[in-house]
């Protein structure tokens, strides 16, 4: 079993930069692959962005590619979203995932364990 708490979400200016964590207790988790998802008032929980078991093969959408980073330190259970040059758009509750398969999938159907989720607010 893997429990995901995210945290780092909060009000910030388009333009601008916040960093998500998201902690996990279970000793598997080092070997499960972990996705970014978000879901906007009114509409479906779309992908962000995803990375293997060891921290490779990163995934993005195209709305995030160039602007997110996500990185993994699997000594402290941590998996990271950096998210820069933020747009009004990027305003949603953002969820971490975790996924038996030790390699990043887009599908939501593909993960296990979900966190409650931190909500992005940008401003414009």
């Known amino acids: 079993q893997v429990q995901l708490v995210e945290s780092g979400g909060g009000l910030v200016q388009a333009g601008g930069s916040l960093r998500l964590s998201c902690v996990a207790s279970?000793?598997?988790?080092?070997?499960?692959?972990v996705g970014w998802f978000r879901q906007a008032p009114g509409k479906e929980r779309e992908f962000v962005a995803a990375?293997?078991?060891?921290?490779?093969?990163?995934l993005y959408a195209d709305s995030v590619k160039g602007r997110f980073t996500i990185s993994r330190d699997n000594a402290k259970n941590t998996v990271y979203l950096q998210m820069n040059s933020l747009k009004s758009e990027d305003t949603a509750v953002y969820y971490c995932?975790?996924?038996?398969?030790?390699?990043?999938?887009?599908?939501?159907?593909?993960?296990?364990?979900w966190g409650q989720g931190t909500q992005v607010t940008v401003s414009s």
């Open positions: 995932a975790a996924a038996r398969n030790r390699y990043p999938s887009k599908a939501l159907s593909e993960y296990d364990y």
């Open positions: 990375i293997s078991w060891i921290g490779s093969s990163p």
């Open positions: 279970g000793r598997t988790f080092s070997t499960y692959a």
